[in-house]
């Protein structure tokens, strides 16, 4: 993901994106005593408002700011950072390709190359049909089944070149579907 440059300035209220929800909010400071500081809470926050509106807009980023206290340039060094965060709207589903050492050795490339091919788009790109984006992220924690890649949050294991279309065309594909901020509950 690039650097963008932000003029605050010059952002329209169409730029800047939903905000939000009441619900997310109270989400949100639902984690302040769970952690030593309510900027500690910022993963989790991105993470709830990511599912909310399916990226993090730079309103959200700003609010989040507000609620945790802190600068809304640290909000946004912290999104730029982790390539699991998007600054634009995603498709319905994402296709999460392993870039490691395990899946390169045995053949990542080819399966990037392949669903490339077949969707049109690159990292952190979305079809014209709005249905599949596509990113890059370090092991997935996979690499006896390498190479594998995620579709939402369902791996799907040893893929070759030739089982892009088949996967691609199922609709379940995406199954296990699980938001990620979920995660953060375990321990409740
Ligand atoms: S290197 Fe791809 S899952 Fe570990």
């Known amino acids: 993901m690039s650097w963008k440059v932000v003029d605050r300035n010059q ?11 009441a619900a997310t909010r109270e989400k ?19 993470h709830i408002a990511q599912d909310q509106i399916g990226y993090c807009s730079l309103r ?16 946004m060094d912290v999104v730029t950072f982790y390539t699991h965060f998007w600054t634009h709207p995603k498709g ?27 969707l049109g788009i690159e990292d952190h790109e979305t079809s014209a049909d709005g249905e599949y984006s596509l990113m890059m992220e370090e092991c997935l924690a996979g690499c006896d089944h390498a190479p594998c890649l995620l579709i939402n949050e369902k791996m799907h294991k040893c893929v070759r070149p030739e089982d892009v279309d088949r996967i691609l065309a199922d609709a379940n594909n995406d199954r296990l579907d699980i ?5 953060y509950d375990a321990g409740k």
Not at 100 to 105: D, P, T
Request: aromatic letters at 4%.
């Open 92 to 118: 319905r589903k994402v296709i999460v390709l392993c870039r490691s050492i395990s899946c390169e050795l045995m053949g990542g490339k080819a399966v990037r190359e392949a669903i490339e091919r077949r």
């Open 179 to 183: 938001p990620r901020s979920t995660t």
């Open 28 to 46: 949100i400071r639902g984690f302040f005593s769970r952690y030593p500081t309510k900027q500690a809470c910022l993963l989790p926050a991105l």
């Open 60 to 75: 959200a980023m700003r609010e989040i700011a507000e609620l945790l206290e802190i600068a809304p340039s640290q909000v």
């Open 11 to 21: 952002v329209s209220p169409d730029q800047l994106g939903p905000g939000l929800s």
